[in-house]
């Protein structure tokens, strides 16, 4: 079976900013180091970010790129599907997967990033975890991605950093990812793990 206890420690990354934030940075040097050195700059200016900003800055930091007048949304579904009322049906098996495993989603949706994230390494199903992350997550980070105008956003950074660990997890994946095109979502829906009869 595929380790992926990782994607635990990375979710603290997306969550919003606690004094707790500073014992993962070992745990996140760790990740990095383990085949993917490269990513290691954008890491360390996250790290920086962590270690030099007070908590309170921090957390406008984080408010200002996800929530107010947000650049970019941590919800997987919404990113996936707006307002398109496959969105519900997502959240809904989404919710149902996260109660299943025993993940708790606290405050948030059970398609925000971090929730999302923290569910993989609880899942029995490893086919299950590596569709997630093929069909949905992988795609959804790239979307992410795109919606960032400033380059130096460090919250841009680790989704690039989180992009490729999942990348490297899943190198030769057989899984169709989600198709972004309007005319594409649909069948796109009708891809998504264990929900395909489901209308």
Same mark, same amino acid.
């Given at each position: ?58 957390? =406008?930091?984080? $408010?200002?790129? #996800? ?5 970019? @949304?941590?919800?997987?579904?919404? +990113? /996936? ?60 980070? =790239?979307?992410? $991605?795109?919606? #960032? ?5 460090? @919250?841009?950074?680790?989704?690039? +950093? /989180? ?37």
């Amino acid at each position: 079976m595929k380790d992926l206890t990782h994607y635990t420690d990375l979710a603290a990354i997306f969550r919003y900013p606690t004094p707790k934030r500073e014992s993962f940075i070992g745990v996140w040097r760790k990740i990095i180091w383990n085949g993917l050195t490269e990513q290691g700059p954008k890491l360390e200016m996250f790290i920086t970010h962590v270690q030099e900003k007070t908590i309170a800055a921090q957390q =406008e930091y984080y $408010i200002s790129t #996800f929530d107010v007048q947000a650049v970019c @949304y941590l919800d997987i579904g919404y +990113v /996936l599907y707006g307002e398109d009322y496959n969105r519900g049906i997502f959240l809904a098996n989404m919710k149902k997967e996260q109660e299943n495993a025993g993940n708790d989603c606290g405050s948030e949706l059970p398609d925000h990033l971090p929730n999302m994230l923290a569910l993989l390494p609880k899942l029995g199903d490893q086919n299950l975890a590596e569709e997630l992350v093929v069909s949905i997550m992988i795609p959804a980070l =790239e979307k992410m $991605i795109e919606s #960032f105008q400033a380059t130096d956003n460090v @919250y841009k950074g680790m989704l690039e +950093v /989180l992009l490729n660990v999942m990348k490297n997890d899943y190198p030769a994946s057989e899984f169709e990812r989600f198709n972004f095109s309007s005319q594409e979502k649909a069948r796109s829906f009708e891809c998504l793990p264990q929900w395909r009869n489901i209308k």
